[in-house]
């Protein structure tokens, strides 16, 4: 016969199965929802749309705990701090649309190199072009790495929250690129963020300076202006996509690179 501190002890320990149970389905449905988010919201680039990534990317009753981080494959930043400059409205036009631009990034990883396009998105490659002139993008963290469904390290934002701006907004150009074949934005893609919430059309014409490097074909509707495509550096984002992503960050929603990068200085010029 089971006595009654025998019986107590089964039922707590079948209490304790179930909730571990129920525990353990939560943490496979969070982990399901996450990579569907991931592959499934192009808002999530946005800049400004931090409410929006962290409910969507978040949750979860417990979890598990994490394997250590992955050691930082790239190197310490150079000596300065991040832009603290906003303007009121956007630079007077000044690139020459017949001409060919270079942007070098040298980050902490190792070096990105760009080719511009002023012909196709003359306001945006001429608000690049100021702010780096403006040393608006040094000492500043590329604060996205999204792996999943979409592959993009986004940057230039000096506050490295995912809604820093210069105070001023460009309009979408180069929305039809023959490029964007059947709503992908092909690997080598440098392409605008903005707050367009696929909905209202007075959030379009939103981006600023926060830019993403398309390291692999990633699926996204034709909302965000390409603007340059990626001449050198694939095996430098390849390596920081390789180190992964923290787990979204609970206020601003992003989902950090564990490799530390950061943009010590950007230069763009004409040739």
């Given at each position: 016969m089971v006595?009654?501190?025998q019986r107590?002890r089964q039922?707590?320990?079948?209490k304790?199965?179930?909730?571990?149970?129920?525990?353990?389905?939560?943490r496979?449905?969070?982990?399901r929802?996450n990579?569907?988010?991931a592959?499934?919201?192009?808002?999530?680039?946005?800049?400004?749309?931090?409410a929006?990534a962290s409910?969507g990317l978040?949750?979860g009753d417990?979890?598990?705990?994490?394997?250590?981080?992955p050691r930082?494959p790239?190197?310490?930043?150079a000596?300065g701090?991040?832009?603290?400059?906003?303007w009121?409205?956007e630079?007077a036009?000044?690139?020459?649309?017949s001409?060919?631009?270079?942007a070098?990034?040298?980050?902490?990883?190792g070096?990105?190199e760009?080719?511009?396009?002023?012909g196709k998105?003359?306001h945006?490659v001429?608000?690049?072009?100021?702010?780096?002139?403006?040393?608006?993008f040094d000492h500043?963290?590329c604060h996205r790495?999204?792996?999943a469904g979409?592959h993009?390290?986004?940057?230039?934002?000096?506050t490295?929250?995912?809604?820093?701006?210069?105070?001023?907004?460009?309009?979408d150009e180069?929305?039809?690129?023959p490029?964007?074949?059947?709503g992908?934005?092909?690997?080598?893609?440098?392409?605008?963020?903005?707050?367009?919430?696929?909905k209202?059309?007075?959030?379009?014409n939103s981006g600023?300076?926060?830019?993403?490097?398309?390291f692999?074909?990633?699926?996204?509707?034709?909302?965000y202006?390409p603007?340059g495509?990626?001449?050198?550096?694939?095996?430098?984002?390849?390596k920081i996509?390789?180190?992964?992503a923290m787990?979204p960050?609970?206020q601003?929603g992003n989902?950090?690179?564990h490799?530390?990068?950061v943009?010590?200085?950007?230069?763009v010029?004409?040739s």
């Open positions: 006595s009654k501190d107590r039922l707590a320990r079948e304790f199965e179930r909730q571990q149970q129920r525990r353990s389905v939560a496979r449905k969070t982990k929802r990579v569907i988010v592959s499934a919201v192009a808002v999530a680039l946005a800049a400004g749309v931090a929006y409910a978040t949750g417990e979890v598990a705990s994490a394997p250590p981080a930082n790239c190197g310490a930043p000596k701090t991040p832009s603290k400059k906003t009121k409205k630079p036009m000044s690139v020459d649309t001409a060919s631009y270079a070098k990034l040298s980050t902490t990883c070096t990105i760009l080719k511009l396009d002023p998105a003359p945006t001429n608000s690049f072009a100021f702010l780096a002139g403006q040393g608006y500043s963290k790495l999204v792996d979409i993009v390290l986004q940057c230039g934002d000096p490295a929250t995912g809604s820093g701006n210069p105070g001023y907004s460009l309009p180069n929305l039809k690129d490029r964007l074949k059947g992908v934005y092909p690997a080598g893609t440098v392409a605008m963020a903005n707050s367009y919430d696929g209202d059309e007075k959030t379009r600023g300076s926060q830019f993403f490097l398309v692999q074909d990633s699926r996204l509707p034709p909302n202006t603007f495509t990626i001449t050198g550096g694939m095996d430098v984002l390849r996509a390789d180190a992964g787990s960050d609970p601003t989902t950090a690179p490799a530390r990068v943009i010590d200085k950007a230069a010029t004409k």
